[in-house]
């Protein structure tokens, strides 16, 4: 049972012998460096061109795995991790320049 689980893993059109698993697969790794960068850098760091790209790169290509045949849920689960984590990223960025920008404007 469980070997004819995984070889239809593995011979899916989507599984681990073409480049439609592989790809979303290392994507992963942006995923992990924006996690990371969440815990470790200051809000001011973040680049917004950098993180407005990976979000609509993450929606753009999370509806795209919907939409193919055979649909890619590898892909559809890394894109959207990519959008949920710039848009944390974002919201990081936009809350630490409304704050300083607040505190500025009361201590003139």
């Avoid at 697969?25 to 470790?40: E, G, L």
């Avoid at 959207?80 to 944390?88: G, H, K, L, N, R």
Wanted: proline fraction near 6%.
């Amino acid at each position: 049972m469980a070997f004819s689980k995984f070889q239809a893993f593995y011979n899916h059109p989507a599984g681990p012998k073409t480049i439609h698993f592989w790809a979303p697969t290392f994507k992963w790794a942006v995923n992990i460096a924006n996690v990371v960068d969440i815990s470790t850098k200051p809000a001011e760091t973040v680049s917004y061109p950098q993180q407005a790209a990976l979000a609509c790169s993450g929606l753009i290509w999370a509806k795209y795995s919907t939409v193919i045949t055979p649909k890619n849920w590898n892909l559809f689960g890394v894109s959207f991790a990519m959008f949920v984590t710039a848009s944390y990223q974002l919201s990081r960025k936009i809350q630490h320049e409304f704050t300083n920008t607040s505190t500025v404007a009361k201590e003139y």
